[in-house]
């Protein structure tokens, strides 16, 4: 009789054990009224997409409460669900965020209409003030991305360097936000620019303890008097960090370095492989570097589709785009191809908005 009573009291006290947990985990109903309304996702399948993979990866959709997003995880709350759902960070290639209030949603407009020069004083209040504004980690990190990206194409990389040296801070941005990451993709990336400004920042960069800042900062070195040290710290970041994008756009940078005359040996074939194996928001930055490097090697028919995969698949990098069109354009001019020269500068025409209030 005692046992029975014992077995019957210790199901009583786990019951409420379990009772008091479930009470202290939020509902979907609490999170609502916290966080606002859910966001969707599109996820790709993990998975190689290098040469090996005849397909590209199946993107998923799937949407609920973000409550954290970074390289690591999603974290998700389904309405359908009693519980947080995780998900692979680094796989997410597109998001709609459902915005905590409207100070991030006003910046999230301002970018889709590219009203850069806006995005970046009105995300500067809102990332600066926000206790304030009452954004959650992911979102002030989305708006410094999109205020990264802004200054790109406002022709300020030393601007948008010092930004993302900020979001890169501590735990590493996913690769959606990582690949604004404001590299010379190029030297008609160097058109313009003062380049005292942007070398003064680089030695900085390249000397901070965080691999994200060396990156950046050897990559701006590259040509300049620091070049022997850039390209060291290149082939260190290549060999032993890991991150895999770090890895990959300190490969990437390094093409930079090979001679013209050497880029259709074994290399053209590695560098695609190498391209491709990055999920999509990742290859705009290396595309375009490919299609100049094939320029230079006397290889404009193979650098022209390059050229259009930005104008097509990279519409959200503004600064790439507006670079990569009239590139094809030119080159298809020269090459007789009048019509498809036309159709592509369509495509700038439609790209440029009417009233950005960038002048």
């Not at 995880?73 to 998001?95: A, H, W």
């Not at 301002?110 to 020069?117: G, P």
């Not at 290859?283 to 290889?299: N, V």
Request: proline share 6%; with cysteine.
């Amino acid at each position: 009789m005692q046992r029975h009573v014992q077995k019957y009291l210790f199901v009583l006290v786990l019951a409420a054990f379990f009772n008091e947990i479930a009470q202290a985990q939020p509902t979907y109903k609490q999170y609502a009224e916290k966080l606002g309304k859910e966001s969707r996702l599109w996820i790709a399948e993990p998975g190689d997409t290098g040469l090996n993979r005849w397909d590209p990866r199946e993107l998923f959709e799937d949407s609920g409460i973000l409550l954290d997003w970074d390289s690591k995880r999603v974290i998700l709350f389904r309405s359908n669900s009693k519980t947080e759902t995780t998900l692979p960070g680094d796989m997410v290639v597109r998001i709609e965020p459902a915005w905590a209030n409207e100070s991030g949603e006003e910046v999230h407009r301002l970018f889709a209409e590219r009203q850069f020069k806006l995005v970046v004083t009105k995300g500067q209040e809102v990332v600066n003030q926000f206790e304030k504004s009452g954004l959650p980690v992911w979102q002030r990190r989305l708006i410094l991305a999109e205020m990264i990206e802004s200054c790109s194409a406002l022709g300020k990389p030393q601007i948008a360097g010092t930004l993302f040296v900020a979001l890169a801070k501590g735990n590493p941005p996913p690769v959606l936000l990582f690949a604004t990451v404001p590299l010379p993709w190029g030297e008609t990336a160097f058109a313009d620019l003062d380049m005292t400004k942007i070398n003064a920042l680089a030695e900085e960069w390249i000397q901070q303890e965080t691999e994200s800042a060396k990156l950046l900062g050897a990559a701006w070195l590259l040509t300049g008097t620091k070049r022997a040290f850039a390209i060291e710290t290149l082939e260190q970041l290549a060999k032993s960090s890991k991150s895999p994008m770090i890895v990959a756009y300190a490969k990437a940078q390094l093409w930079r370095t090979v001679p013209p005359a050497e880029i259709l040996s074994d290399r053209y074939p590695r560098w695609l492989a190498e391209r491709d194996k990055l999920l999509l928001p990742g290859q705009a930055g290396p595309t375009m570097l490919l299609a100049e490097r094939l320029q230079q090697a006397g290889q404009t028919n193979l650098a022209i589709p390059e050229w259009l995969r930005i104008a097509t698949m990279h519409g959200d990098r503004y600064h790439l785009v507006t670079k990569a069109i009239p590139k094809a354009t030119e080159a298809l001019r020269v090459n007789g191809r009048t019509a498809e020269a036309d159709q592509v500068q369509s495509l700038l025409d439609r790209t440029k908005p009417e009233k950005n209030g960038n002048k």
